[in-house]
């Protein structure tokens, strides 16, 4: 710490030292005419000869990363977004004010230049600067080994300094903007509407969650943040937009992992007059059109393992999942006693007081979902997990329900939608007395929905899909804290 507040005295006389020649080390407007990229991408392959000949002028800017002083010259290298571009600053074709300023620049100093394309004696292409404008002092040093640093939790924290270090990162969160420009488009390409609906719920509703509580003053009233916009989503199916879906963020009041952040993006989508086996033939669609614009192919490389996304994928029902990956009887999905000498003899740690249905879930958790690294829908979800989807026609203890996997973890999960608002109070019922006995999670009865649901809904599909695991899975990221500018971290001591 002494050594940073030693370096920082230095700069900051340095940067009395730039006022007192007249210099403002924070400046105002500065006209960019290019861009890193664009100039190595359309010059940076072309020879001393031909850079000579065609005298290429160019005007830029960016973050100094590093620099090299020799005599009465240096070079600089200057990091424009994710590139970088080096610079030549000569005595002779500077202005005096502006070589002077060249004696004050430190690494993380802000510049813009003027000059002509040229290449150096080492072949390296390179901007022989006429003009200099300085932009920013930087007060702190750039880390020297951020590659090296063993404690991501500094990266996630100060991701300023890891996007500046770091320029993999830059392509990372593009690759993320890319993601969500594709699946709008995709959407709005086959007629579906974009809406936003209510962050803050009166109801907490849509998922099994524990969500965040606030108070508003005004009216008096707690809200919470929404776990999921599908309750909202299907009011709008109810009232007459056949196809509906939003990209935005939940909150849910859940721990911190590599796949879990309090604060996530979903994408929730909505179909009338279709069922869950619609959405399948959609996600396969989806998910593989993405890979092919933002990888160029559908095969694709995640933490060593090569994932197919080519359609069709793997459907496999959540019970026979169950039973054949660990070999067990069909008996344990009825017979509690055997749920848990199964659960115990698989080492899953189960609380015994559990119903069966809470009991075979931690098995799949535990047990199925790992092996489902290839892309997979498992389908047919028991109605004690499923309390907003459709039971089946053939029978009635299940639902049209289907989570896909892939690379061992869950990436959507949609279903054909309850609508039949009857059946819905008495599930919502049956939730509420599972939250009276202790579970956090389990649904309130939500009127107003209730009350949607009885002026008709027709025959709807909707699902969710997690986009940052999404993108965790098309940037070859084994964490979500890599994908999420700024994931929530502890306190800093």
């Known amino acids: 710490m002494d050594e940073l507040n030693e370096q920082r005295q230095q700069r900051i006389k340095k940067l009395e030292q730039l006022r007192a020649s007249?210099?403002?080390?924070?400046?105002?407007?500065?006209?960019?005419?290019?861009?890193?990229?664009?100039?190595?991408?359309?010059?940076?392959?072309?020879?001393?000869?031909?850079?000579?000949?065609?005298?290429?002028?160019?005007?830029?800017?960016?973050?100094?990363?590093?620099?090299?002083?020799?005599?009465?010259?240096?070079?600089?290298?200057?990091?424009?977004?994710?590139?970088?571009?080096?610079?030549?600053?000569?005595?002779?074709?500077?202005?005096?004010?502006?070589?002077?300023?060249?004696?004050?620049?430190?690494?993380?100093?802000?510049?813009?230049?003027?000059?002509?394309?040229?290449?150096?004696?080492?072949?390296?292409?390179?901007?022989?600067?006429?003009?200099?404008?300085?932009?920013?002092?930087?007060?702190?040093p750039l880390p020297e080994k951020w590659h090296g640093l063993t404690d991501v939790e500094t990266r996630y924290r100060q991701r300023y300094v890891d996007l500046i270090a770091n320029p993999d990162v830059h392509g990372i969160f593009a690759a993320r903007s890319r993601i969500i420009a594709g699946i709008r488009s995709f959407l709005i390409d086959r007629g579906f509407l974009e809406v936003e609906t209510p962050m803050m719920h009166p109801i907490p509703g849509?998922?099994?969650?524990?969500?965040?509580?606030?108070?508003?003053?005004?009216?008096?009233?707690?809200?919470?943040?929404?776990?999921?916009?599908?309750?909202?989503?299907?009011?709008?199916?109810?009232?007459?937009?056949?196809?509906?879906?939003?990209?935005?963020?939940?909150?849910?009041?859940?721990?911190?992992?590599?796949?879990?952040?309090?604060?996530?993006?979903?994408?929730?989508?909505?179909?009338?007059?279709?069922?869950?086996?619609?959405?399948?033939?959609?996600?396969?669609?989806?998910?593989?059109?993405?890979?092919?614009?933002l990888l160029g192919k559908t095969t694709i490389d995640y933490q060593g393992k090569a994932i197919d996304l080519a359609p069709p994928w793997r459907r496999w029902s959540y019970h026979q999942a169950i039973l054949e990956v660990n070999g067990l009887d069909e008996s344990v999905l009825r017979d509690r006693d055997k749920a848990l000498a199964a659960a115990k003899t698989l080492n899953v740690a189960v609380d015994p007081a559990w119903p069966l249905f809470n009991i075979v879930n931690?098995?799949?958790?535990?047990?199925?979902?790992?092996?489902?690294?290839?892309?997979?829908?498992?389908?047919?979800?028991?109605?004690?997990?499923?309390?907003?989807?459709?039971?089946?026609?053939?029978?009635?203890?299940?639902?049209?329900?289907?989570?896909?996997?892939?690379a061992g973890r869950e990436i959507a999960n949609a279903f054909s939608e309850l609508n039949d608002p009857l059946d819905q109070r008495e599930r919502f019922e049956g939730q509420a007395a599972q939250r009276e006995a202790g579970d956090e999670e389990a649904h309130l009865v939500d009127e107003d929905f209730l009350r949607a649901l009885e002026y008709g809904m027709p025959p709807t599909a909707g699902e969710g899909i997690g986009i940052d695991r999404l993108v965790m899975l098309f940037t070859n990221q084994a964490s979500i804290r890599d994908v999420v500018l700024f994931p929530q971290l502890r306190p800093e001591k």
């Open 362 to 406: 931690e098995i799949f958790e535990e047990t199925v979902e790992p092996n489902l690294q290839q892309p997979t829908f498992v389908t047919d979800y028991p109605i004690e997990i499923s309390p907003l989807a459709r039971r089946k026609d053939s029978d009635p203890a299940l639902t049209d329900r289907f989570e896909l996997y892939i």
């Open 22 to 140: 007249g210099v403002a080390p924070y400046g105002g407007r500065f006209e960019i005419k290019d861009r890193a990229e664009r100039l190595i991408a359309v010059h940076g392959e072309k020879s001393k000869e031909v850079l000579e000949q065609e005298k290429i002028t160019c005007t830029f800017a960016g973050r100094v990363v590093a620099l090299r002083r020799f005599g009465k010259a240096a070079f600089a290298v200057l990091q424009d977004g994710s590139d970088r571009l080096q610079v030549y600053l000569k005595k002779d074709l500077l202005s005096p004010q502006a070589y002077a300023v060249t004696e004050q620049l430190d690494l993380g100093d802000w510049i813009g230049v003027t000059g002509t394309l040229f290449r150096t004696k080492t072949n390296e292409f390179t901007v022989e600067v006429k003009e200099l404008t300085f932009l920013s002092k930087a007060l702190r």
């Open 206 to 293: 849509g998922a099994a969650a524990k969500p965040f509580v606030t108070h508003h003053n005004a009216l008096g009233v707690d809200l919470y943040l929404r776990i999921a916009p599908e309750l909202y989503l299907k009011r709008l199916i109810v009232g007459g937009f056949p196809r509906v879906f939003e990209i935005n963020r939940n909150f849910r009041n859940e721990g911190i992992s590599t796949i879990h952040n309090p604060e996530f993006t979903m994408l929730e989508f909505y179909v009338a007059y279709a069922d869950y086996q619609d959405l399948i033939a959609l996600t396969e669609q989806l998910v593989s059109t993405l890979a092919s614009q």
